[in-house]
């Protein structure tokens, strides 16, 4: 099964913009973990996030996929697929 970590920020634009497509993708009940990278700081570092919005696709606990910024729902979904 597909998971996706999602890491933003209550500062970035982009980022608000953004939540609320993956709070639909969550929503149809899709593994979505909201991560903000200021509180969890660490965990930002261990996947070496830079910028964001950056959400990673992990499957079996192993990244298969990553993009930073916004996309469509349906590109989102096509991920997972």
């Known amino acids: 099964m597909k998971t996706i970590k ?3 920020a209550a500062w970035c634009g982009p980022c608000q913009t953004f939540k609320p497509i993956m709070n639909e993708v969550a929503g149809e009940g899709h593994s979505v973990q909201f991560i903000d990278i200021d509180s ?3 965990l ?3 996947y070496n996030v830079r ?3 950056t959400v990673v696709v992990e ?3 192993a ?3 990553r993009f930073i910024g916004t996309k469509s729902k349906q590109a989102v979904l096509d ?3």
């Open 63 to 65: 990244e298969v996929n």
């Open 6 to 8: 999602y890491f933003s």
């Open 40 to 42: 969890q700081e660490p």
């Open 51 to 53: 910028s964001v919005p």
């Open 79 to 81: 991920l997972l697929s």
């Open 44 to 46: 930002a570092r261990q």
């Open 59 to 61: 499957e079996n606990g």
